[in-house]
């Protein structure tokens, strides 16, 4: 069984600073895939970032990039210069083959003006 | 290209009543997700259809239950509801090629049970 850790329940940032949000994982299985997803007030749940475990290259769109440590059973987020519609839920997942999804708890991100 | 689209987005039952809730699929995908959200026990997994098969199920009493249509749209039902029930249900699609593993999710259905 998988699971996933975000030990952040709420992080702040400055608007046009850089945060990272941190999340640890643990799977059996070697061929997994990680994703970060953003959940704003509006509920809707929408993706971020994707990473295959295979890859060593550290998944990046736009201003947000993640630290993918394989060893250490790592993924964490990092939002570059953030922006006021950054403020959400962000939840990390992981799957791998026809599993469900699973989730942490999520970590919510305020970001001040 | 359209995306999930969940209906109705908000729902008020009573305890003892059933409620459908159904779910359309970015075009083209094949398998859809159900998860169950609430405060308490964040996300958690109800169960998955690929082309009108149940694939996974969650941990869910069988008042739960579901099914997918040849159209790839989903319903999920729930019997004899219970104020627990109480939640965030969210669809989520993914496509049976390229980023397979990539779930797509839907506005959320609100089901209120008082």
């Known amino acids: 069984a998988q699971t996933v850790t975000q030990s952040q329940p709420e992080m702040s940032v400055q608007e046009a600073e850089t945060v990272t949000l941190s999340c640890t994982y643990d799977t059996s299985e070697s061929d997994y895939y990680l994703f970060w997803y953003k959940q704003p007030p509006s509920r809707q749940m929408i993706l971020v970032i994707r990473?295959?475990?295979?890859?060593?290259q550290n998944a990046t769109e736009n201003r947000f990039s993640v630290n993918f440590q394989k060893a250490a059973k790592s993924f964490s987020l990092k939002i570059s210069d953030s922006q006021l519609g950054d403020a959400a839920m962000y939840f990390c997942a992981c799957r791998s083959g026809n599993t469900p999804l699973v989730f942490g708890k999520g970590t919510r991100l305020s970001v001040i003006a | 290209k359209a995306g999930v689209t969940q209906t109705p987005r908000y729902l008020i039952k009573t305890r003892g009543q059933q409620v459908t809730l159904s779910c359309s699929p970015i075009s083209g995908h094949r398998s859809v997700s159900w998860y169950q959200q609430t405060p308490g026990q964040g996300l958690q997994f109800l169960f998955e259809?690929?082309?009108?098969?149940?694939?996974n199920k969650g941990n869910f009493p069988g008042r739960f239950s579901g099914r997918q249509f040849s159209n790839s749209r989903s319903e999920m039902n729930v019997s004899t509801l219970e104020l627990g029930d109480s939640a965030l249900y969210l669809c989520a699609s993914s496509t049976p090629v390229g980023d397979r593993d990539t779930q797509y999710f839907g506005p959320g259905t609100r089901l209120t049970v008082l």
């Open positions: 259809y690929f082309s009108e098969t149940q694939r």
């Open positions: 990473q295959e475990a295979y890859k060593q």
